[in-house]
């Protein structure tokens, strides 16, 4: 009977959080037709995914990819980095103290560089492009958007939310304000597929399948991602000539030693960015503690950023159907994701993940499965003015919306599988 209760809140959660942005909006009138379509759609991809053996074992099968990538990554990060990336110690390791060889740089993030590559070649050969275009093709009709909205949206499944606006540029400087909107949401409520692996080996420990969970996050987000930002803007009227200009060339790299070396050369830069930021915030976040801890304790516990944190995120996590009594922990993981990062937050909940409940763990996987944090905005602002100058004043003016909106959809992801029933993810 509690599953039950818990489902129905998740399933109002929902309509909740779709109704919080509203708020944030204009609030002219709901599209219901878009409310129920982007619910149900959500709820559907899930269902099918899991329920369907053919997708069920595509699903299953992610895991073993991701544990063949990170077997070769090993190979070349042993070579170039030695015994830092879990090669042969030159020198006798005491056992007390092996767990400690773990280096993050060496051994979790190389994964970053090669999928950046590899995913550099399968779209130069065509393979991403076709499915890419598959899902451009069921979102136009299914969610009701232009050409050109479709195509950024489906292409943030598979890559990163600076490199999907690439595909399409020509359009960027005429889209409208709502499309421009959309495509960051979008980009701020999925994940790019060069870190999927990155998140996969810090939650094995706290959930089976991580691979299938994180590739259906980021699937499903882009339905509440519509959603949410029509209601916080609404679409606006697209004129004839326009809508003849949406064909969209998708021809990104010249060749496939082109494709490789771009890769290569982005995936350095995330590599670094990832390293960076999580130094200086983790430095940060140990500062911000300090100085909480001059302050009197509160409720029988020094402050903590983690504590105040959770205390903001609790409602809005319980709306995505977290008990009450782990709200405050789950609302932690929420607030550090928005502050830091989903690294960050996917660390701590690898530590914390014993603490609370499987579903819980399995909720908060998916709602924090998404870019939407304060240091992205820098990124997409700056990655989106890159190729899209003209349209600066808009992209900077649209940027801290859309990092609502696109917080509520990751949520709003949360709660479609809060919603289901638990077993079927089992």
């Not at 991580?210 to 699937?219: D, M, N, R």
């Not at 603490?355 to 944090?373: D, K, P, V």
């Not at 649209?398 to 077993?423: F, N």
Request: hydrophobic content about 55%.
């Amino acid at each position: 009977m509690d599953d039950l209760l818990l489902q129905a809140r998740s399933f109002v959660g929902l309509f909740a959080l779709a109704g919080l942005a509203w708020l944030l909006g204009p609030r002219k009138k709901v599209p219901l037709v878009l409310l129920a379509g982007a619910i149900a759609l959500q709820l559907a991809i899930a269902w099918l995914l899991y329920s369907l053996a053919p997708f069920r074992a595509f699903l299953q099968s992610l895991t073993g990819v991701v544990a063949v990538l990170q077997e070769v990554t090993n190979e070349g990060a042993q070579f170039v980095f030695g015994y830092l990336a879990g090669g042969a110690m030159p020198f006798e390791v005491n056992e007390e103290n092996a767990g400690g060889l773990f280096i993050f740089a060496f051994q979790a993030l190389p994964m970053v560089i090669v999928l950046s590559a590899l995913s550099a070649l399968l779209w130069r050969w065509r393979l991403l492009e076709f499915l890419v275009r598959g899902f451009a093709a069921a979102f136009r009709r299914l969610l009701n958007l232009s050409g050109s909205a479709s195509l950024g949206a489906a292409a943030n499944i598979f890559l990163g939310m600076t490199e999907s606006p690439v595909l399409i540029r020509p359009r960027l400087p005429e889209m409208t304000r709502s499309d421009l909107f959309l495509i960051m949401t979008v980009g701020f409520s999925t994940v790019a597929g060069s870190v999927m692996a990155l998140y996969v080996s810090q939650l094995s420990s706290v959930i089976d399948g991580a691979a299938g969970h994180i590739f259906t996050a980021s699937l499903i987000s882009v339905p509440a991602a519509v959603l949410l930002s029509r209601l916080m803007m609404p679409a606006e009227p697209v004129s004839e000539e326009a809508l003849q200009k949406e064909k969209i060339p998708t021809k990104i790299y010249h060749s496939s030693m082109d494709a490789l070396t771009t890769g290569v050369s982005d995936g350095i830069r995330l590599y670094f960015n990832i390293i960076f930021m999580l130094l200086v915030f983790t430095a940060l976040v140990a500062l911000v503690n300090v100085i909480l801890g001059l302050f009197p304790d509160v409720l029988g516990a020094p402050l903590s950023a983690d504590r105040i944190l959770g205390w903001v995120f609790a409602p809005i996590v319980w709306l995505a159907g977290i008990p009450w009594s782990e709200a405050t922990q789950a609302g932690s993981l929420m607030g550090l994701k928005t502050a830091l990062n989903e690294v960050y937050a996917y660390d701590r909940l690898s530590q914390v993940g014993g603490e609370l409940s499987e579903r819980t763990r399995l909720i908060m996987t998916y709602a924090l499965c998404g870019f939407a944090n304060f240091s992205s905005v820098g990124i997409l602002t700056g990655g989106l003015v890159a190729i899209a100058p003209s349209r600066r004043e808009d992209i900077l003016e649209l940027a801290p919306r859309a990092l609502v909106s696109g917080t509520l959809a990751t949520l709003m992801t949360g709660a479609a599988v809060g919603a289901l029933p638990a077993g079927l993810f089992g």
